[in-house]
């Protein structure tokens, strides 16, 4: 039975020191990172950027764990090894495996955390984390508003310009632009409007009830046109005082609602994960073999002028799209287990690479097992992914390749040179 003594908590207390610092170091940068890249897309303020830095912080320990552990076991161990400390150990008739077993031990434990912070905690930090930032549409409306002075969304029947938003919200100069109905989507193709509103001011507000945006407007000024604005007679009227609904499509409207918005499978719960998984299930064995049964019985009748091939149609469509929905469930059910057990298998690399780089930095150490993981773990990962949704290979065996892999050249490669007396 291995025991926990002095050797064995020295070593893992080093380990862990190095991978604490480790982690907090990428968690930050990655944090800083993701918010950066959201404040991009929505806008965000430097205080709203502070808000979500505890809904980020969990989604991306999955990523950072790994590599931290790994970090810290070449530093670790490249330091035990160059102060002749393994040597030591094997001079005294013990294996390395004595001072890399508590590693692992640690590593497994970080595994298991992980798995269990994949279940429930993170994929609701996902959801919490797309609530927050969808949940305030028109507030995210008027910072994109007032940070690029133009709205132009293909689905939304006027594109909107102006001088400046207000703190109060409030719109200077604005102009709405109504798209002519034809035009093209192609976007290098010149933009067609068949109507222009101008106002000195406006104020817009979101009514989901109705599916609308509506604008008040102040002084102001309309423009329409027949042939819109490549040519044909302009007619020009002012108004004061009055309201501009803008209706908003299903799409926007989905983005809009935060608490309408369907769940990503990232943001599903593993209980969520299996209830999906089974209910697709129900259906694909239910619905078809209830329409082939009634096809089939009017087939056997002679009466195939009566066999509801629409429906029929229907179904198979919809057999498609619930095949697609429950493998992508299931390659994120297994996903999430295998990015788990990532730090145990990058400690079966990490450990005995830090011992043989014990003459070297410890940079060396780290690149040298980081490579491997760059060059195959994580193009592997994505490969499984992809085969996984599309229903190459079973996600069970898809999402493990990578672990599989490392764990090979770990238990084969690294591990033998180190652990032989």
Not at 105 to 132: C, E, H, W, Y
Not at 289 to 301: D, F, L
Not at 307 to 326: F, N, Q, R, T
């Amino acid at each position: 039975m291995m025991r926990w003594g002095i050797l064995q908590r020295y070593v893992a207390k080093e380990v862990f020191r190095s991978f604490l610092m480790a982690l907090i170091a990428l968690t930050t940068i990655l944090v800083l990172f993701v918010l950066v890249a959201k404040a991009a897309t929505a806008g965000l303020s430097p205080m709203d950027m502070a808000k979500l830095i505890p809904l980020v912080i969990p989604g991306t320990v999955p990523y950072t764990a790994p590599v931290a552990l790994l970090f810290a076991v070449s530093v670790a161990y490249g330091r035990l090894a160059s102060d002749n400390e393994v040597i030591a150990v094997k001079a005294c008739g013990l294996s390395a495996m004595t001072v890399i077993w508590p590693t692992l031990t640690m590593a497994t434990v970080i595994s298991f955390g992980l798995l269990v912070m994949t279940q429930d905690l993170i994929p609701k930090a996902n959801r919490q984390l797309a609530l927050t930032l969808f949940g305030e549409l028109e507030s995210n409306f008027y910072k994109v508003l007032k940070k690029q002075r133009e709205f132009d969304n293909p689905q939304m029947p006027f594109l909107i310009k102006v001088r400046d938003v207000l703190e109060d919200n409030t719109m200077v100069e604005p102009i709405f632009k109504h798209r002519a109905p034809g035009g093209s989507a192609d976007p290098n193709e010149p933009k067609r409007f068949d109507l222009v509103v101008q106002a000195s001011t406006a104020k817009l507000n979101f009514d989901f009830d109705k599916r609308v945006a509506r604008v008040h407007l102040v002084d102001s000024e309309t423009q329409s046109s027949a042939m819109g604005e490549a040519g044909g007679e302009v007619s020009r009227a002012l108004i004061n005082d009055e309201y501009l609904e803008i209706p908003l499509p299903d799409n926007f409207m989905k983005g809009g609602m935060a608490d309408q918005r369907p769940k990503q499978p990232q943001e599903l719960t593993s209980g969520e994960l299996v209830e999906n998984i089974e209910r697709f299930d129900h259906l694909m064995k239910t619905e078809r073999a209830k329409h082939a049964v009634a096809a089939a019985m009017w087939i056997a009748s002679g009466r195939i002028g009566r066999v509801d091939w629409y429906h029929m149609k229907s179904v198979s469509i919809d057999y498609a799209y619930w095949d697609g929905e429950m493998a992508k469930a299931e390659t994120e059910r297994y996903m999430r287990s295998a990015q788990a057990f990532g730090p145990l298998m990058f400690v079966l690399i990490g450990a005995p690479v830090g011992i043989l780089f014990a003459r070297r930095d410890f940079l060396s150490a780290f690149m040298t097992c980081f490579l491997p993981i760059v060059l195959l773990y994580y193009p592997l990962l994505l490969l499984g992914v992809n085969l996984g949704k599309e229903q190459i290979l079973h996600p069970m065996y898809s999402m493990w390749m990578g672990n599989a892999v490392l764990a090979a050249i770990g238990l084969l490669f690294a591990m033998p040179p180190v652990t032989k007396h």
